[in-house]
């Protein structure tokens, strides 16, 4: 599984291939210190820890999208239409997931979430 850190561009099986490629070819008569070994894999660890978070936030991130969504169906939002054209206004019917972003119904139009001016 190769997973990829939005930090910093790096991944964990790049790591670990760069790391392995490293030790393959290292000066058998001037081996790599214990030192910089164990500095090494502590960073491997880092990258993967990062990419474990970055799961974790995303995750919690589309949670904390589908709440805010459903607690606003039943009430009136004004919002900028996707067309560009006057602030709109309307009731929310209902929420969906689309292309992993959660868009509110209200009425014939599908407004995401950032489209929203206010909540009345």
């Not at 670990?16 to 058998?28: E, K, R, S, T, Y």
């Not at 974790?56 to 606003?72: D, I």
């Not at 929420?95 to 995401?112: E, I, K, M, P, W």
């Amino acid at each position: 599984m190769a997973t990829t850190n939005n930090v910093t561009g790096l991944g964990s099986n790049t790591f670990l291939q760069l790391l392995v490629a490293q030790l393959q070819n290292q000066d058998p008569l001037d081996p790599v210190s214990n030192k910089d070994f164990i500095a090494q894999l502590t960073s491997l660890n880092t990258v993967q820890s990062l990419d474990g978070l970055n799961t974790s936030f995303a995750e919690m991130l589309k949670l904390q999208q589908l709440t805010q969504g459903a607690n606003l169906i039943g009430k009136t939002i004004e919002y900028t239409p996707t067309d560009g054209g006057a602030t709109a206004t309307g009731k929310v019917d209902s929420v969906t997931a689309q292309n992993g972003q959660f868009v509110l119904t209200v009425g014939s139009d599908q407004v995401t979430l950032d489209q929203i001016k206010s909540v009345q």
